[in-house]
């Protein structure tokens, strides 16, 4: 048997075929594109189902794929009646105007009751419904389901309608983890109704016939992203883990984190496993801000920039991106004017020494398992090894953890095994100075040393 994973990311999409042994046979690449209309930035939804639809044809003619499995990022929702969208999906990358901020903010329930933190832009997707449900009700009205991303496109592809609680847990403001239920704003705002049943993720939920297949596919119901990486890693009973999905988002998951230790200021949160289990979070847009310090640094970064930016002090300071821990500061570089090699190398320092903080904030005391594209070479996974002794690390053996768990999902709800290859022990980098820069760093951003002090964080 094989799979087609649809990995819908903000800045990239993907599909990967996967085999029963775990291992992709094909891959292919896009980027989702955003448009203007009526006010908002939206989802060229057209142009990226057709390269969908046609990558998992493409897939079926040439692999023999039996079954299609989405992944897809957060904050993000699709209003749909029986056959299309009722409007075009936001990109959760746009703030309200002021003036509806300050009426929909007002109805949003307390981080006691969704561990949803207040967030800027579309961060919290309750948020952008409320500010979509202002402007344009009859959208809503003749909405007859809402869908979080991933459940869209398994609909799209010839599923039904259904709800999933990873997504719907995903720092929406729509879910209550305690309770296990949509939270009070749902009723609040006479959403319940349009909420589908739910299914799990992985579960088969259509099928549809594509190219020359003799037998339909199978359409599986989709999963958030990095709680479909938190699931690759816990199936294989490795024991009490932390798991830092990197992408667009670094993601950092430890579900033994003590729920009342969260902070809303620091962009942690209660993100909510396949099952329906809190896990504590906490995150920062890693992957823009790495791009936004390099100057869109492509390929690998060599040891010996590291090392210079160490030693010259050449350090960025939180935060280039919105959210994170340390919200509301301009991101800015500090030392020498560096050259394109030492910023690339700050970037990579920047992203771990922020995983770094937020694994402390998460009270991370167990082994961390470091996954995604940012640490490509490895070289980020060894960073945080050498940074913090005392705890183990491991890091995927391919970097495309959340395809991998999405691809375990759909293989286990049909009863097929799925082999996926275990993660890969991490050696720490030797890089003289690294503690001194990070304790220079931590200096320069203020104020962390009570926090991290309460935190009680692994060092």
């Known amino acids: 048997m094989k799979v087609a994973v649809l990995d819908f990311g903000k800045t990239n999409s993907k599909l990967f075929v996967f085999g029963q042994d775990g291992r992709i046979l094909d891959e292919r690449r896009t980027q989702p594109k955003w448009t203007r209309q009526d006010g908002f930035s939206v989802l060229d ?3 990226l189902h057709d390269w969908a639809l046609g990558a998992v044809t493409d897939a079926v003619e040439n692999h023999g794929v039996q079954g299609v499995m989405v992944s897809g990022h957060g904050c993000t929702f699709a209003l749909v009646d029986d056959a299309a969208l009722t409007h075009p999906i936001l990109d959760y990358e746009q703030e309200p105007p002021a003036e509806i901020a300050a009426r929909i903010d007002r109805r949003i329930p307390d981080f006691a009751e969704t561990f949803s933190p207040r967030l800027p832009l579309g961060f919290n997707y309750g948020r952008h419904m409320l500010w979509l449900q202002e402007v344009d009700p009859d959208a809503f009205a003749a909405a007859k389901s809402i869908l979080g991303y991933p459940q869209y496109w398994s609909w799209r592809l010839g599923g039904r309608a259904v709800s999933e609680v990873s997504y719907l847990g995903c720092h929406s403001h729509l879910w209550a983890p305690r309770s296990q239920d949509f939270s009070s704003l749902v009723d609040a705002e006479g959403w319940r ?26 359409i ?24 830092v999905s990197t992408g667009t988002w670094v993601v950092v998951l430890n579900p033994d984190c003590p ?5 809303r200021d620091r962009d942690m949160l209660v993100n909510v496993d396949v099952d329906g289990g809190p896990v504590p979070t906490i995150r920062f847009m890693g992957g823009r801000e790495f791009a936004a310090i390099s100057g869109g640094w492509q390929g690998a970064i060599q040891h010996g920039a590291v090392l210079q930016a160490i030693d010259a002090g050449i350090m960025a300071l939180p935060s280039f991106a919105p959210g994170g821990p340390m919200p509301d500061r301009p991101g800015r570089l500090v030392g020498r004017t560096p050259d394109a090699a030492e910023r ?3 970037a990579l320092l920047y992203v771990a020494l922020m995983v770094d903080l937020c694994l402390d904030l998460i009270h991370s005391q167990n082994t961390v ?11 980020l996974a060894g960073l945080l090894a050498e940074l913090r ?30 082999a996926a290859e275990a993660p890969e022990p991490v050696h720490a980098t030797r890089f003289g100075g690294l503690t001194g820069y990070r304790d220079a760093w931590r200096d320069h951003v203020g104020g962390q040393a009570a926090a991290i002090k309460a935190a009680g964080g692994a060092r």
């Open 344 to 346: 690339a190398a700050a």
């Open 369 to 379: 398992i470091v996954d995604g594209g940012l640490n490509a070479g490895g070289l």
């Open 259 to 263: 729920l009342d230790v969260l902070d």
């Open 45 to 47: 939804e057209a142009t």
């Open 193 to 218: 109704g349009q909420m589908p049943g739910f299914a799990r993720a992985g579960s088969v939920i259509g099928e549809r016939r594509l190219g020359g297949a003799a037998q339909p596919i199978a």
């Open 220 to 243: 599986h119901n989709g999963v958030h992203d990095s709680n479909a990486a938190l699931h690759a890693y816990r199936r294989q009973e490795l024991g009490p883990l932390t798991v």
């Open 389 to 418: 002794p005392g705890q183990a690390f491991l890091q995927g053996a391919t970097l495309e953890g959340s395809a991998t768990g999405a691809a375990a999902l759909a293989f286990e709800s049909v009863g097929r095994d799925f």
